[in-house]
């Protein structure tokens, strides 16, 4: 079956009501979502809870899933049903590749990052001491469900975070998407216009990765705004994954202007859309230079060198560039 057809946009209760009836299927999900949804979603499933944040998103919470698993006597035909937002979709994504060489899986992301970015796609990853992802597999669930219902119970924070990983779809894909999302702000769209944006969004994310699955080329576009994005993510703690991004955006503008020729006019439609939808784009003071450059090295796994920066050359036209780990220090000092 071919990957938009795994994709559902409809009512989560519906489904989970069928889908919990006749499999052998277990719930992983986290605190938060299970006070709020587990009564009317999944009240009579096996379900197990992770406590929640990037800090559970590493493999002594995986070691507990599989402990739980066995517990329940789950094997390849069992189905997780991972029922949160990125962190919940990331671990359960991971451990049902992995469980026994693979169970089934289906994803009902319940954060705007989630239904927009990190369900669809088929990376997984959990992080492993301080490097962000360091083990994951390439793996498509079986079934995504994607019910914007569950957007209404997410606080502003939340939904911004997830309203960046939008707007860095459309800036490096589709200049005309960029277009209809400028000056809007994503938390005050009707919940028909945001299932339409969502929409748009998952469709590119899913035309990139179907060329490069694997990310060996193309795909790796995805990742604009993530290499000081990530940096930051693991200096400041308080940061959203969304909001660390946008920062991140914010930086490969000021490079993109110098490396790929990217107008000035453009770099401002950007950030201007990122400030209208309260996201940050400055570097905090809290974090010096060289501990950020210290996290990049860190993040991509290598000492030294040089990093592929993703950068843009227009709206909705973007650039891989090999550049210096010693040139980034000079950008990051231009965005504080
Ligand atoms: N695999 C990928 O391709 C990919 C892509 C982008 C991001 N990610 C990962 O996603 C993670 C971030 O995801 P996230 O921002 O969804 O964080 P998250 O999963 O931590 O969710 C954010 C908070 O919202 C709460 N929550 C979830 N759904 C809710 C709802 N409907 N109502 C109220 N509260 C709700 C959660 O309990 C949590 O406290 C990061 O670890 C990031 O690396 C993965």
Redesign the pocket.
């Known amino acids: 079956m071919s990957v938009e057809k795994q994709i559902v946009f409809t009512d989560a209760g519906k489904e989970l009501e069928i889908l919990l009836k006749n499999e052998d299927a277990v719930v992983i999900t986290?605190?938060?979502?299970k006070k709020?949804y587990r009564d009317k979603l999944f009240g009579n499933a096996r379900v197990i809870t992770l406590a929640?944040?990037?800090r559970c998103?590493n493999l002594r919470t995986i070691d507990k899933i599989y402990s739980e698993l066995i517990r329940f006597g789950c094997d390849r035909k069992s189905v997780i049903v991972a029922v949160?937002?990125?962190?919940?979709?990331?671990t359960a994504?991971f451990a049902a590749a992995t469980f026994k060489r693979g169970t089934g899986l289906v994803l009902v992301p319940?954060?705007l990052?989630?239904q927009a970015?990190?369900a669809?796609?088929g990376?997984?990853?959990v992080n492993v001491m301080r490097f962000?992802?360091l083990a994951g597999t390439f793996r498509q669930p079986d079934r995504i469900i994607i019910d914007t219902a569950?957007?209404r119970?997410?606080?502003e924070k939340?939904f911004n975070?997830?309203t960046a990983?939008i707007i860095k779809t459309a800036a490096i894909y589709d200049s005309a998407f960029f277009g209809r999302l400028e000056n809007k702000i994503l938390s005050e769209m009707p919940e028909n216009k945001l299932k339409a944006v969502i929409k748009k969004t998952v469709s590119i994310k899913n035309s990139i990765v179907k060329d490069d699955f694997e990310e060996k080329g193309l795909r790796k576009i995805l990742n604009f705004g993530h290499t000081i994005g990530h940096a930051l993510e693991l200096n400041l703690r308080y940061l959203?994954?969304?909001e660390a991004v946008s920062v991140g955006m914010a930086a490969a503008c000021a490079m993109s202007q110098r490396l790929t020729g990217l107008s000035e006019k453009d770099a401002q439609r950007l950030i201007d859309l990122l400030k209208l939808n309260r996201l940050p784009v400055r570097i905090s003071k809290l974090v010096s230079t060289q501990k950020l450059l210290g996290s990049i090295v860190q993040d991509k796994k290598k000492s030294g060198g040089s990093v592929d920066l993703i950068l843009l050359k227009n709206i909705g036209y973007p650039a891989i560039r090999k550049t210096a780990l010693n040139d980034i220090e000079g950008f990051i000092n231009d965005i504080r």
């Open positions: 986290d605190v938060n979502v709020l929640g944040g990037e998103k949160g937002g990125g962190v919940v979709c990331d994504g319940t954060t990052l989630a970015d990190a669809i796609g990376k997984n990853g962000k992802n569950f957007l119970t997410l606080d939340n975070n997830g990983e959203r994954h969304g």
